[in-house]
């Protein structure tokens, strides 16, 4: 670290000039409920981001027709690399689990 006080970053993927820098305050992999749970508790917050809203819609969807379009939701998010969890790859992969 050049000078005391600095936190250096460095990126996984290449970024444009000007984009957002996010940090976790939580361990990401947990469950949804488990990761409100934290935030609420230790933070004072409750998370409102596109991963956590997309994942309560998904948990909540009452048919397969709406789960199919949280999965395309899901899908534009990996594209623009805003979500890469394998659990919720997994959730979203297979509208059919959720029909229950």
Request: hydrophobic residues 40%.
């Given at each position: 670290?050049?000078?005391?006080?600095?936190?250096?970053?460095?990126?996984?993927?290449?970024?444009?000039?000007?984009?957002?820098?996010?940090?976790?305050?939580?361990?990401?992999?947990?469950?949804l409920?488990?990761?409100?749970?934290?935030?609420?508790?230790?933070?004072?917050?409750?998370?409102?981001?596109?991963?956590c809203?997309?994942?309560?819609?998904?948990?909540?969807?009452?048919?397969?027709?709406?789960?199919?379009?949280?999965?395309?939701?899901?899908?534009?998010?990996?594209?623009?690399?805003?979500?890469?969890?394998?659990?919720?790859?997994?959730v979203?992969?297979?509208?059919?689990?959720?029909?229950?």
């Amino acid at each position: 670290v050049p000078f005391p006080g600095w936190l250096v970053v460095r990126a996984a993927r290449p970024m444009a000039a000007g984009e957002e820098v996010t940090v976790s305050y939580i361990d990401v992999r947990k469950p949804l409920a488990s990761r409100r749970e934290d935030l609420e508790s230790k933070w004072g917050f409750a998370c409102t981001c596109e991963r956590c809203k997309l994942e309560d819609e998904v948990w909540t969807a009452k048919d397969v027709d709406q789960a199919s379009r949280h999965r395309q939701t899901f899908e534009r998010m990996l594209a623009m690399r805003q979500c890469d969890e394998p659990d919720l790859v997994r959730v979203v992969g297979d509208p059919m689990c959720l029909a229950d």
